[in-house]
């Protein structure tokens, strides 16, 4: 199997666990927490900012003393937009299940932004659906570029049945700003039916780094460097949640060259 693909632990439980220390990088983490209703999870940020993305499910959050309520109001990916909140370095939080509960928890380093705890609801949320055909997907940006935060960009996609996403395949392994940004990213996948499979491939232009993935419910693909296509197989929707994040925070990528007519 390859090093890049994670499969989850068996729920429920701390079921996915990326570090850079883990993956061999220098920016992103990933951890995704299932909870039973009423277990509860809680950590600290330390040096991290971090994003908790209400992947199904409610809970109630507490963050630096402070109850922020119930939040997540979804029981499938496929249905609607996330809750999410957002917490600067130096910050502690506890979350406890209301329902069934499965809690994304994407960091990256804080810089010292002294930003404050917020609140990311599902009105915030702007949506866009890009490519035409069967390379048409959804999208929605749950921390992007354009909003307040130190590293971190988090995003998820629904890409239906049948179609291919992060296609035409484009990289971001430079740090060449204007022309790309060095971003490391994870991907957590999702199918709906839950039996479904994708594949994702990820490579270089040398071909030094060349992997193709078979991609099931729950596994996690990290992304060091090169292009990193992937496809859902028909009758199988799939959903991913990304996290990027590098020494900047801008994300501009570089299409593959051959590639690249597709974009007409």
Avoid at 59 to 73: H, I, P, Q
Wanted: proline share 7%; with cysteine.
């Amino acid at each position: 199997m390859s090093k890049l693909l994670l499969k989850a632990m068996q729920g429920p439980g701390h079921v996915v666990h990326v570090t850079p220390e883990t993956a061999g990088w220098s920016y992103v983490g990933f951890d995704l927490h299932k909870l039973d209703a009423g277990q509860s999870v809680c950590g600290k940020t330390e040096d991290k900012e971090v994003c908790l993305v209400f992947v199904t499910g409610k809970g109630k959050v507490t963050a630096n003393g402070e109850d922020l309520g119930l939040l997540g109001s979804r029981m499938s990916p496929f249905e609607g937009k996330p809750w999410s909140v957002y917490l600067p370095q130096g910050s502690d939080w506890w979350v406890s299940a209301e329902t069934d509960l499965e809690l994304a928890v994407c960091s990256a380093p804080g810089l010292g932004g002294g930003l404050p705890v917020r609140i990311i609801s599902p009105e915030g949320l702007s949506q866009e659906t890009r490519g035409k055909g069967t390379n048409t997907r959804y999208v929605t940006n749950i921390l992007p570029e354009n909003e307040p935060a130190d590293s971190l960009l988090v995003v998820e996609v629904i890409t239906p049945g049948g179609h291919t996403s992060s296609y035409p395949p484009h990289k971001h392994d430079q740090d060449n700003l204007p022309a790309e940004s060095y971003l490391e990213e994870t991907y957590y996948h999702r199918f709906n039916p839950r039996q479904g499979f994708g594949f994702q491939r990820v490579y270089t232009d040398d071909r030094s780094l060349d992997e193709a993935m078979a991609i099931e419910d729950g596994d996690v693909v990290m992304v060091p460097k090169g292009y990193h296509p992937c496809a859902a197989c028909h009758g199988y929707d799939l959903y991913y949640l990304n996290v990027m994040a590098g020494p900047k925070r801008t994300w501009k990528f570089h299409n593959a060259v051959e590639h690249e007519w597709l974009m007409m």
